[in-house]
């Protein structure tokens, strides 16, 4: 099997399934998103569809229907189209033989966000799954399914993707290494959240000025931008290689009179106008004392 976005341990676990010849019929793909999770699912339906040698071998039809989400045997369902009368459906579909194939996977997207009446709906089959069906559920937060369902299935652990992949991708996409370095850090190991940015193109704004702050929607952009400037004096500061610094080009001369301290609690007031935001405060004046600390704007 190939490695998806260096999810070497999710590999490990399902290619030792696969050798061992013991298959769990109830996977839960653990993490967070834009991890490879359904990509990785999809490889393994390959892995246990592929009639030829080396498989998955990407050259068979098998394969390449599984690749072009048009094998008989695997379905990827999306989480806002399992209603009640879909779950039913999926439970039905289970029990049958797999049509060409050798199993019958359903890949379901998001199962942490199923409705309790859809999950449980689902339960009696994962308790008793056909010897021909796996079902593969992709979560970001365990937490949020239920224990009877989790207690049944193998939870294979995604991580998060690393900053080097994220960089090297980006970059193929045309990405310049400084903003490639910027979204990698914003993006906190999702891949797909990475993309998004580049392609929206709002890394490459600089900083709201000051007297547009009341027409903020959200401080995120504001709050990743001073975070990376903070990050990158405190790395200064400290005296450590200039290779991890990210914004090479940007000049923090004039923050030269911060010291350690002012940056460290700078940076925790960012996390205080984040809880501010997230319980309704007045997190619009929370940011404009930032400005005035950080001189900014
Ligand atoms: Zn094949």
């Not at 490639?180 to 906190?188: E, L, P, T, W």
């Not at 960012?270 to 997230?278: A, D, M, Q, V």
Request: charged share 25%.
């Amino acid at each position: 099997m190939r490695e998806i976005l260096g999810q070497k341990r999710a590999k490990k676990i399902l290619e030792s399934a696969i050798s061992t010849g013991k298959i769990p019929h109830f996977f839960i793909f653990a993490g967070p998103g834009g991890t490879g999770k359904v990509s990785m699912a999809k490889e393994f339906a390959m892995a246990l569809n592929c009639p030829n040698p080396g498989k998955p071998c990407r050259v068979c039809s098998t394969c390449l229907s599984i690749m072009n989400n048009n094998h008989p045997d695997v379905t990827i369902v999306s989480n806002d189209t399992i209603g009640i009368a879909q779950a039913r459906n999926m439970r039905d579909i289970a029990v049958l033989s797999p049509i060409s194939g050798r199993y019958r996977v359903f890949i379901v997207e998001e199962a942490d966000r199923l409705t309790l009446q859809s999950a449980n709906s689902l339960l009696k089959i994962l308790e008793e799954p056909p010897p021909s069906t796996i079902f593969i559920f992709t979560v970001r937060d365990i937490n949020n399914l239920l224990k009877t369902i989790l207690s049944r299935a193998m939870v294979v652990p995604f991580s998060p993707v690393s900053k080097d992949i994220i960089f090297s991708i980006l970059k193929e996409n045309g990405c310049s290494d400084e903003l490639a370095a910027k979204i990698g850090y914003f993006s906190q190991g999702n891949l797909e959240k990475a993309i998004e940015i580049f392609e929206s193109g709002k890394s490459e704004e600089g900083l709201v000025p000051y007297g547009e702050i009341e027409t903020l929607e959200t401080a995120d952009a504001v709050l990743d931008t001073i975070s990376i400037w903070l990050r990158d004096l405190i790395i200064r500061l400290s005296g450590a290689e200039e290779r991890f610094v990210i914004l090479k080009s940007i000049s923090q001369t004039r923050y030269i009179n911060y010291s350690l301290e002012d940056l460290i609690d700078n940076f925790l007031f960012l996390e205080e106008i984040k809880r501010l935001e997230e319980c309704n405060g007045d997190w619009k004046l929370a940011v404009a004392l930032l400005y005035k600390e950080l001189e900014v704007g």
